[in-house]
């Protein structure tokens, strides 16, 4: 069994900055892609970034350039530092653990970014 915890969410002005992360128990971290999603009441989840075993990233258009993901497969953590926020950031922020056909979502994280 697999235990996603984020962190590092709250409000912040826009142009501002944050950084999440998610930190994983068991063995599989270092052989799974990771992702940050988020979502908005009442809309779907969608993709924000997401990064392979290997390091391979991936970005949400409204993103590039402005956030990054990371890891640290050492510590078991997934990184998203969110620079030049918008109001329009302003989701909840959930980790995704990917391995083969098992997945794992975190609880979330707030965002909020105020104009």
């Known amino acids: 069994q697999v235990q996603l915890v984020e962190s590092g969410g709250g409000l912040v002005q826009a142009g501002g900055s944050l950084r999440l992360s998610c930190a994983a128990s068991?063995?599989?971290?270092?052989?799974?892609?990771m992702g940050w999603y988020r979502q908005v009441p009442g809309n779907q989840r969608d993709l924000v970034a997401t990064i392979t075993n290997s390091g391979t990233t991936n970005y949400a258009d409204s993103v590039k350039g402005r956030f990054t993901i990371s890891r640290d497969n050492a510590k078991n953590t997934v990184y998203l530092q969110m620079n030049s926020l918008k109001p329009e950031d302003t989701a909840v922020y959930y980790c995704?653990?990917?391995?083969?056909?098992?997945?794992?979502w975190g609880q979330g994280t707030q965002v909020t970014v105020s104009s």
């Open positions: 995704k653990l990917t391995f083969v056909t098992l997945y794992y």
């Open positions: 068991g063995s599989i971290f270092s052989a799974a892609v």
